[in-house]
């Protein structure tokens, strides 16, 4: 029986695609910053772990408790919108900590064992912004244009071990708590220059015709884990499919 390993559980896509992998019969370790049992149906096959994929001695105590893994999904991650003027340095840091440098620090951690099993995938889940530039997202698009770019080198240097690593990118997610969760850190993003522009941005959020519903994500990360032909790059949800066709 195969085993996933998936940061980012609590909420959101991180716990879609935990249940989603769950309800056919995978062996799930859903990883939290703050673990809690509530969230998913117990069952024999699930391990609740924490980790803080930014702290290194959570990411070899989430690694050494959760034992041989054949798919890592980087689904961590936080969010940050204001006008790049408008951003303290230590805001940008936060970002890219846990975005990236979370990102690659898992994948270091998995990948050993992965190349010595001959076996293995990791899919790191980013962004359909990366896709389409929109203003006050410089510094989240910049996060995860670097894992897109990490993944699909990393994807190259791995393929003769057996391994692949593939990138999904999800497109907006009203359904979900990234926007609510990201809201202390847009506190002073936003200079008064900048507010019309803020203004024109936040009505175009009101526009839920096309979207990315959890769902969307937990299908595109199982295809990147069970389908060998699968692309590097997929995008999930309606809204991410239409960009990506026209990118």
């Not at 240097?157 to 359904?175: I, K, M, N, S, Y």
Request: with cysteine.
């Amino acid at each position: 029986m195969n085993t996933i390993l998936i940061t980012g559980c609590s909420s959101g896509f991180g716990l879609e695609i935990a249940k989603h992998f769950l309800d056919r019969d995978w062996n799930v370790i859903a990883t939290m910053r703050t673990p809690r049992a509530d969230v998913l149906p117990a069952s024999p096959r699930l391990r609740i772990l924490p980790l803080d994929v930014s702290d290194e001695r959570s990411i070899r105590a989430a690694i050494d408790a959760a034992g041989p893994i054949d798919v890592l999904v980087n689904n961590a991650g936080i969010g940050l919108l204001g006008a790049v003027e408008g951003i303290s340095m230590t805001k940008v840091r936060e970002i890219f900590e846990t975005n990236t440098f979370g990102t690659i620090a898992m994948t270091q951690a998995v990948l050993p064992h992965m190349r010595e099993r001959k076996s293995g995938v990791v899919i790191n889940v980013t962004s359909s912004v990366t896709l389409k530039s929109l203003p006050l997202l410089a510094v989240y698009t910049g996060s995860k244009m670097a894992v897109n770019g990490f993944t699909e080198s990393l994807a190259l240097e791995l393929a003769p071990f057996g391994v692949r690593a593939h990138v999904v990118l999800p497109g907006r997610a009203p359904g979900t708590r990234f926007a609510e969760n990201a809201g202390p850190r847009m506190e002073g993003n936003i200079p008064e220059s900048y507010a019309g522009l803020a203004a024109a941005v936040f009505e175009n959020f009101k526009d839920v015709s096309q979207v990315t519903h959890a769902r969307d994500v937990a299908e595109a990360v199982w295809q990147a884990a069970t389908d060998p032909a699968a692309p590097v790059r997929i995008p999930a949800g309606e809204d991410a499919k239409a960009w990506a066709a026209g990118a």
